[in-house]
């Protein structure tokens, strides 16, 4: 245990006199004694300082492994006792060379708590215990404002600060704040520039031991941290915690401009530039800007061509990783989003959404130059009717069109291309809705009825023509005489008795 410190003697706001820890000096019978005392040039006290030491070494009167113990892993040695080497942290002292011998005679190993169930080792039976918990899933201490669970009160008291909007742990030099004084810590040493630890198998180097443990996981596929609720594995216990929110639900992160709510803070930020109109992320090749380096990097590929994500079923590749998985559902026919009113499922919830408007009749895409209203996003479509716009051009004629979708129906007609079949009888047809159309002909369902005589039809545009022998309406003209006609076809046939 501490001798008694002599009273006159206080501790200042940079650590302590040599005087308020004073013990007996080297060489004396404690020396030899199985009680042990350790030698220490100099240790930092929670980061506020070194403890003064007049020139001369400081011991602690404890038991060797007391002593240690009694240290927090973050207060930094600076010499190990039975060498000259000089050591940064605790457990460096404790693991210097894989193990060395105590005053008693007794070796103390590298870590000597190692976990059953992973690779990890620990100074302090403590830090076991409380890893441990992380298998176990045991996390007796929850937050009173959501639903999350943690396996220590410090971690806990770490989240609350998510709430709170508390940042305790100021940098002296930005007078930046941060919750955790870890993150104070890191950002210090980036701020400094030094990167000592470096990466055996690649040039990386890295400002932070655990950092470089993380990217070392990059080389061996280490995924220690897995969901107990299905089956993925993470390299990172936080990549774990975040992950979590997607069972639980759970969105700590408020906007405080509006209702929305995020499971992580990276998409609160990302979020708030929408309120406040901030893009920073310009691309260098157009005039397009982005809010976030994500979708700017997203954006780029249009530009270069380039599509990373190879479906392994087919020959597609595409451009977003979200994308190639929306296309896999077409592969194994999955449709996970199910419509409430009606029997209809969907393989995107974008699909969902602009289906539940035939149900609600909502048609918010309003056009600003005539009363048509949309029920999905086709406004710019409809916008090229009023410009006449036809950006998609056929490449073996002189033809183009509005959309890009009419352009490929256009295009069978060069290949003869008929890809919808009849399954009643021989036909096929080149667009789906021609073959809709057919298929009433199998049923005898003719849906569209004349509001002014019991006749029925299977088209649209056959009652429409009939209407014109109800109203006397005969809009196509011979150029070439007087004779008009209620229906196109019947103009082409009367063409061809000038024609010969």
Same mark, same amino acid.
Do not use: W
């Given at each position: 245990m501490w001798k008694a410190a002599d009273p006159r003697h206080h501790f200042n706001q940079r650590g302590a006199t040599s005087e308020s820890l004073r013990v007996d000096a080297p060489g004396s019978s404690h020396m030899s004694s199985h009680s042990g005392e350790l030698r220490i040039l100099s240790v930092y006290g929670q980061g506020e300082g070194p403890l003064a030491v007049d020139g001369h070494d400081t011991l602690f009167a404890a038991s060797?492994?007391?002593?240690?113990?009694?240290?927090?892993?973050?207060?930094?040695?600076?010499?190990?006792?039975?060498?000259?080497?000089?050591?940064?942290?605790?457990?460096?002292?404790?693991?210097?060379?894989?193990?060395?011998?105590?005053?008693?005679?007794?070796?103390?190993?590298?870590?000597?708590?190692?976990?059953?169930?992973?690779?990890?080792?620990?100074?302090?039976?403590?830090?076991?215990?409380?890893?441990?918990?992380?298998?176990?899933?045991?996390?007796?201490?929850?937050?009173?404002?959501?639903?999350?669970?943690?396996?220590?009160?410090?971690?806990?008291?770490?989240?609350?600060?998510?709430h709170s909007?508390?940042?305790?742990?100021?940098?002296?030099?930005?007078?930046?704040?941060?919750?955790p004084k870890g993150s104070l810590n890191r950002h210090m040493m980036n701020r400094s520039g030094e990167k000592p630890y470096k990466c055996d198998q690649c040039a990386k180097h890295y400002s932070h031991s655990y950092t470089l443990t993380m990217h070392m996981r990059t080389h061996t596929g280490e995924k220690p941290y897995s969901c107990d609720h299905c089956k993925k594995r993470f390299a990172r216990h936080g990549n774990l915690n975040v992950h979590m929110r997607t069972h639980s639900g759970e969105k700590p992160y408020k906007c405080d401009q509006c209702t929305k709510r995020f499971s992580q803070t990276s998409h609160l930020k990302s979020h708030m530039m929408t309120h406040s109109g901030e893009m920073p992320y310009k691309c260098d090749q157009c005039t397009k800007r982005f809010s976030r380096t994500s979708h700017l990097k997203i954006h780029l590929r249009t530009h270069s061509g380039e599509k990373p994500y190879r479906c392994d079923q087919c020959t597609k590749c595409f451009s977003r990783k979200s994308h190639l998985k929306i296309h896999m559902r077409t592969h194994y026919g999955e449709k996970p989003y199910k419509?409430?009113?009606?029997?209809?499922?969907?393989?995107?919830?974008?699909?969902?959404?602009?289906?539940?408007?035939?149900?609600?009749?909502?048609?918010?895409?309003?056009?600003?130059?005539?009363?048509?209203?949309?029920?999905?996003?086709?406004?710019?479509?409809?916008m090229r009717t009023h410009s006449g716009e036809k950006p998609y051009k056929c490449d073996q004629c002189q033809m183009r069109f509005s959309q890009n979708n009419? +352009? =490929?129906? *256009?295009?069978?007609?060069?290949? /003869? #291309?008929?890809? &919808?079949? @009849? $399954? !009643? %009888?021989?036909?096929?047809?080149?667009?789906?809705?021609?073959?809709?159309?057919?298929?009433?002909?199998?049923?005898?369902?003719?849906?569209?009825?004349?509001?002014?005589?019991?006749?029925?039809?299977?088209?649209?545009?056959? +009652? =429409?023509? *009939?209407?014109?022998?109800?109203? /006397? #309406?005969?809009? &196509?003209? @011979? $150029? !070439? %005489?007087?004779?008009?006609?209620?229906?196109?076809?019947?103009?082409?046939?009367?063409?061809?008795?000038?024609?010969?």
């Open positions: 060797e492994l007391e002593a240690l113990s009694s240290l927090s892993a973050d207060r930094s040695v600076a010499k190990s006792l039975n060498c000259s080497v000089r050591l940064v942290r605790l457990e460096e002292l404790t693991g210097h060379q894989g193990g060395r011998k105590g005053l008693c005679g007794k070796v103390i190993p590298n870590n000597p708590y190692k976990c059953d169930q992973c690779t990890k080792r620990f100074s302090l039976k403590g830090h076991l215990n409380r890893h441990m918990m992380n298998h176990s899933g045991g996390k007796p201490y929850r937050c009173d404002q959501c639903k999350m669970g943690f396996s220590d009160s410090y971690a806990l008291k770490i989240h609350m600060r998510t909007g508390e940042k305790p742990y100021k940098c002296d030099q930005c007078m930046k704040g941060f919750s419509c409430d009113q009606c029997t209809k499922c969907f393989s995107q919830n974008g699909t969902l959404k602009i289906h539940m408007r035939t149900h609600s009749g909502e048609k918010p895409y309003r056009c600003d130059q005539c009363p048509k209203r949309f029920s999905r996003d086709t406004l710019n479509i409809h009419i +352009l =490929k129906n *256009h295009l069978r007609t060069h290949t /003869g #291309e008929k890809p &919808y079949r @009849c $399954d !009643q %009888c021989p036909k096929c047809f080149s667009l789906k809705g021609s073959l809709k159309i057919h298929l009433r002909t199998h049923s005898v369902v003719k849906p569209y009825k004349c509001d002014q005589c019991t006749m029925r039809f299977s088209q649209k545009g056959t +009652l =429409k023509i *009939h209407m014109r022998t109800r109203s /006397g #309406e005969k809009p &196509y003209k @011979c $150029d !070439q %005489c007087t004779m008009r006609s209620s229906d196109k076809g019947t103009l082409k046939n009367h063409m061809r008795t000038h024609s010969g």
